[in-house]
């Protein structure tokens, strides 16, 4: 796994002279954004670099080649952190600059993995600077407190995360975040982001962790009644929807529409939760297109329920694709309250209500021309 920033702009005093400038500011505003998003498309390119290679997937690497890419991944992951940093000197306000912060300490940590023992200490700096620092917001704060965690982690389990795959610690990692997340709690108890990473961890949890954690999320006073409402619903062992019965899916749209799926009677819906920076979200979307196009006219309405955080990169998206469908969009990332109340940790997830306003399928992911088709003709 967010902010906007919104700017005031003072109206004219000189009508020619302000209005020139004015003009001005929004080119060069463009061409900053320009590059800030080239930039850090740029940066991006560092995560290939921290990949084993495809081989050992098949075939456990040697001792030779273990060490070989040791000594690449330490190189690489510095590279990583640095690129990282440089964007966040350039660019201190860009929408990714989030996003920056944490690939440092995500970078840092595969060089402590690869026994850069100096890592440790840069990644414990960058963490005291930033939660100190006043211009971050409190939320941003939370998460980088949450990925404290990683370093730690890759300490302990080093060049093994690699060899063995991510997999197999996937306990090991839970039980760390838990922590980070508890940490991140005590100072920052009303962030949300903090609340919704331990729903997810107790939603996958065995029994005895998730008891644990849905007691502290229902004891806290500070659980946003999204994730109070699912957690409610894991201590019964029960789920928030059923199949066969409606589905409350109620928002303002991106453009402004007001969406209630509940009076959409008559139709098939699909709702798509979805990322722009999910990949299998964003090679689904051909797919839906291609629904659209065949079954819009025949009683077909898709529902987007985006978990992005930055609302200028998903109308990006949105325009660039050409998708037409409502979106809902809460800038929460995984913290979106729809997607929290009904428990979407995994994306993409595709639900589908029939005709008569009933849920029917809610992994119809895979399937959809077909089961979309049959949903269409129960109507008929």
């Known amino acids: 796994m967010i902010l906007m920033k919104k700017m005031l702009w003072s109206f004219f005093s000189v009508l020619v002279g302000t209005c020139y400038q004015g003009e001005m500011r ?3 505003g463009a061409e900053v954004m320009k590059s800030a998003t080239e930039a850090w498309k740029e940066v991006e390119k560092g995560h290939g670099t921290l990949r084993p290679p495809v081989s050992w997937r098949e075939k456990k690497p040697t001792e030779e080649e273990v060490e070989a890419f040791r000594i690449e991944l330490k190189d690489a992951a510095r590279r990583f952190a640095e690129a990282a940093r440089k964007f966040l000197e350039q660019f201190p306000d860009d929408e990714n600059a989030g996003d920056a912060r944490f690939t440092v300490v995500y970078a840092l940590g595969h ?3 690869a026994g850069d023992a100096a890592a440790e200490k840069e990644a414990e700096q960058f963490l005291e600077s930033g939660i100190a620092d006043p211009k971050i917001a409190p939320e941003e704060k939370a998460k980088l407190l949450m990925m404290s965690a990683n370093v730690p982690f890759m300490k302990k389990v080093g060049m093994r995360y690699f060899v063995e795959g991510q997999q197999k610690f996937s306990d090991e990692m839970d039980r760390a975040m838990v922590d980070s997340l508890k940490a ?3 100072r920052f108890p009303n962030s949300e982001f903090v609340y919704t990473g331990l729903l997810a961890v107790a939603d996958r949890s065995e029994p005895a962790m998730q008891k644990e954690l849905v007691k502290e999320l229902l ?3 500070e659980t946003p009644a999204d994730v109070r409402f699912f ?3 894991l201590a019964k062992g029960t789920k928030p929807y059923q199949i066969g019965k409606p589905v409350e899916i109620r928002f303002t749209g991106l453009d402004g529409e007001e969406i209630d799926v509940a009076k959409m009677k008559g139709k098939v819906v699909l709702v798509d939760f979805w990322s722009t920076t999910c990949g299998p979200c ?3 979307i051909p797919e839906l297109k291609a629904l659209d196009a065949k079954y819009g006219d025949k009683g077909l309405q898709i529902v987007g329920i985006n978990l992005d955080e930055k609302e200028s990169a998903v109308r990006r998206f949105l325009k ?8 809902h969009f809460a800038g929460k990332g995984w913290a979106n309250p729809i997607a929290t109340r009904y428990g979407i940790f995994g994306i993409p997830t595709n639900w589908l209500i ?4 009933n849920l029917r399928e809610t992994q119809a992911r895979g399937d959809l021309d077909r089961v979309v088709g049959q949903l269409l003709a129960e109507g008929k």
């Open 282 to 284: 964003i090679g689904q």
């Open 26 to 28: 929004e080119v060069m």
């Open 320 to 327: 660039e694709k050409e998708l037409k469908w409502p979106q």
């Open 111 to 113: 060089a402590v993995a």
């Open 354 to 357: 029939d005709r008569k306003g």
């Open 184 to 186: 991140a709690r005590k």
């Open 231 to 233: 957690a409610e619903h």
């Open 219 to 221: 004891d806290a006073s």
